[in-house]
């Protein structure tokens, strides 16, 4: 089998929750030798996300987002307030090519492992750090999640109905991107590595990455003008909506850009008696008078599966696609022939299809290889065969609490 693209990099992994497990599990999937770092202690608390607590045995290893964002990862305990964790860590760390974390700034200069720590057993060490709000500023010891991050950066003020509240967009927008922004972080740091042999300290901050990605900055910087909420309305396409079709709660989605696509548009419908309306010849027609419009394609779409909506218009060469719920995915054709969903088998959960690798090379089989790690999974291979340490001296961690396979639960 050919080498993957990342083997060879050894990665020290602190991240928690999503956003930073999204981006090391995207080095891990390349290839990149991961190394998830909890404690007994403080572990992600991702492990019982979704999970009815002490209901079922080992009920931390089976956290869905848990499994879903940590495949292809190493797992090892390893307690960093004590001396002794910090000594270890540190050999670690001298082996090793890139330690990253989201936590807020101060927590890894707190443990006595800053930047210029780390450099003193590894000059060339990269370090990434990726706070909510980056790690200068006013904010930057505020801690975030992503709902925070969604609103801070303007997105709940745009995402909603006209003349309603803002509203949550639906995921925690920062997260995702934090995440897929920090493994590129990795990725130009590892290269200029590569380039001067020497490493550095990296800063990602959610907030950023996230209001980079915001529609409406420049309109306001060139025009002044206020991004307002119009709910699945685009000021670029008209018609454009979700409507409903065949079925309990299913929909299509609709967008039509030119007047050229709406002429094509209105013969797939079979040219109804309606679309002749001058009021929608023009793109402004469409906009001003878009809510009879909708009502109009929605008593159409209503008569139709939403995969045969999605068909029609697609023969047409127009967009729309049918809206599917996660189950959904994975029986999706699409999906199917492009083996986007892989089984794999967790102890714990069973065997179970995630979400494969963002990218398919050709000359690199980037599969998920291995489930996401129990707690402490791998202390073995990293204490032992890494480090080189004894039997006496692995039972006298074990013994301290230093590393272990079970929680402590306060």
Known sequence: MPRLPLEGLRVLDHTIAWAGPQGTVVLADMGAEVIKIESVLRFDGMRYHSIRFKMRERFWERGPWFIQVNHDKLGITLDLTEEKGKELYLKLVAVSDVVINNFTPRVMPNLGLSYEALCKVKPDILMVSMPGYGCTGPYKDTPAFGDCINAFCGLDEITGFENGPPMRPGIAYGDPCGG??????????????????????????HFE???????????YALNGRIQKRKGNQ??????????PCQGEDAWAVISIVSDEEWRRFVKALGSPAWADDSRFATHAGRQDHRHELDERIAAWTRTMDRYEVMTRLQRAGLAAAPVLYPGEM????????????????????????????????????????????CLGQHNDYVFRELLGLTDKEMAELREAGIIGNEPKFD
């Open 180 to 205: 897929f922004a920090a493994a590129l972080a990795v990725l130009a740091g590892v290269h200029y590595r590569h380039k001067t042999g020497r490493g550095q300290f990296v800063d990602v901050s």
């Open 209 to 219: 990455v996230a209001a980079k990605h915001m529609e409406g900055l420049l309109d």
């Open 234 to 243: 685009d000021d670029w396409a008209a018609p454009q909506g979700c409507y």
């Open 330 to 373: 994975l029986e999706d054709p699409q999906f199917i022939s492009r083996e986007f969903f892989e089984p794999v088998d967790h102890p714990y959960a069973g065997t179970r299809r995630l979400p494969g690798n963002i990218a398919k090379m050709s000359d690199a089989d980037c599969r998920i290889r291995f489930p996401a790690p």
